[in-house]
């Protein structure tokens, strides 16, 4: 990728837009990715809490699934889950 | 361009009396500088000021070493310091004493210039009711070199003092300076 | 009218504060800056500004709130010395690199130790590589004029650098001269209403973020954009001065030549001791003595081009510098004037003195006597040691 020179950025290390984190997809990281078996689950969200990437999907108070994009496959919310639905797959 | 160096104990106004003097000559269209030496600071501590007064602007920002006025207003300082360093042949050592300036000049050996005393520490009781000779210094400094005329020197006393510290007080100030000009002896 | 004011450099910088009304100060009193930040929250008390004061705990806190307060998009100033500025020094490269235009007073006073609150340069001479701009003032007047000029060269949209507007401690700042104050609304024109150049950080609209971490990616883009911007202010900071010259009827320059027509010899200065060396000059010519001053009052940017100008035509020059570098190679004048000087097809023979650390005076006589040293060197053709001392005990 080519890079921005010093006369194309913003001055003084300024991000002029919102949310641009969202631009930089960290799920290309992974290497295990989490799988939740819905049949498990209880809704506790605690996935959800911990989750350090904000990967965990959640809809009308439901965790329905992961953000592929940007889930690093850390692990932490098959860790943390209670019930143990989360797997770690390849 | 006249120089002068004033000597006091830290608390008796030397300071104020420096640039007072200068504020003065400023409202009479003069260039002006006062500064003090600081040190660390303490109530009867020894200190020096300095004043320059000019007709034109003054670049030097270095301590006065000639004086054209040496300007004691304690007394006791005569003992422990070097009052009369730098002073300029025809210079004028001023002293707040009831001494005769012969007596001034025997005691420190001064062969040039004038001397010139006043006793403001009195004349500052009998005004003002308190021992603050600065002001009846600034009179004494006018007998023996007109730096700014008397009436610039009481107008700036009464738009200085007349708010902070009122009528009353202003005027005796004002006749603390105006005794001081008449006391002063010369020789 | 502008009038008179009998005033100490710090009530003159105090005045200018007062007049420029910033949105936000946040300053901690040290000595000798004291008087500035005393006498400004006098006025802010009084109502004579609606600036928001915001009394810190130290000085890592003022300079960190200014910072915050700049990125909000108000208009933002502070003012210190010596170990306040040290105390600050973090966030005085962050102010700088985030592109803040605060102003800052800085009342120069020896970084200790030992400690001393007397006058040298050793406190901002330290901060001259932080991306601040700085202007060295030589009386009270000049201060207050600085921190004027200060405001309209920080906010300008091809610089965005912060400023430190530096005057001798005690020497200037705690004496009292006449100082001409310029009409308050006149002031108000010349420094405009203040229109932040960058986002700011309070926008709920477009918010953006300031200060985030930039690695080996693009920092070093960051810090040629500061490179940049300082060549930006050395174009465009004489001609804020020659707005300010023509609006005020001034004579504000990068650099004063003073009695350089002819000059053979010359000293180079900044700050109060160019006003003591003028008077010297001014002996000296009367004599028939072809010599010459040059005081620098813009130092960072540093004035090169103006420096070689100036001074290659010259026999023998001696800069004279209030702060020691400790690198053997002389102060930080010299360093730089002499580096400049390697450009310049003709070199003057060069000679660096050391004066007036921790307050020792410097006086008419000391300035007389490098005169005439030079003068000696002229007619022996070398310069012998080259770095000096004036006024130290052997």
Partial sequence: ?90 | MIEIRWHGRGGQGAKTASQFIAEAALGAGKYIQAFPEYGPERAGAPIRCFTRIADKPITVHSPVTNPYAVVVIDPTLLDSIDVIEGLIEDGVLLVNSAKAPKVIREKLKLKKGKVATVDATKISLETLGIPMPNTPMLGALLRVKDVVSMDILISQVKNKFLKKIGAEKTDANIDGIKRAYQETEIG | MAKITPLTGDQAVAEAMRQIDPDVVAAYPITPQTEIVMTFSQFVADGKVKTEFIPVESEHSAMSACVGSAAAGARTMTATSANGLALMWEIVYIAASMRLPIVMPVVNRALSGPINIHCDHSDSMGARDSGWIQMYAENGQEAYEDTILAIRIAERKDILLPVMVCQDGFITSHSVEGVELLEDKLVKDFIREYKPCMPTLLDTDKPVTYGPLDLQDFYFEHKRQQSEAMKNAMATIPKVMDEFNRTFGKSCNIIEEYKMDGAEVGIIVMSSTAGTAKVVVDELREQGLKVGLIRPRLFRPFPAQKIIDAISGLKAVAVLDRAESFSNCGGPLFNDIRAVMYNSEKKPLMLNYIFGLGGRDIFPKDIADVYKKLFKIVSANRAEESINYIGVRE
């Fill in chain 1, 1 to 90: 990728m080519n890079k921005k020179g010093w006369k194309e950025i913003p001055i003084g290390g300024l991000i002029d837009e919102a949310g641009s984190a969202k631009k930089y997809n960290t799920g290309s990281w992974r290497t295990f990715k989490p799988v939740v078996d819905e049949s498990k689950c209880i809704n506790c969200l605690q996935c959800w809490i911990y989750c350090p990437d904000s990967s965990v999907v959640v809809k009308g108070q439901k965790m329905v699934g992961f953000d592929y994009d940007h889930c690093k496959g850390c692990g932490i919310c098959a860790s943390i889950c209670p019930v143990k639905c989360i797997k770690m797959e390849k």
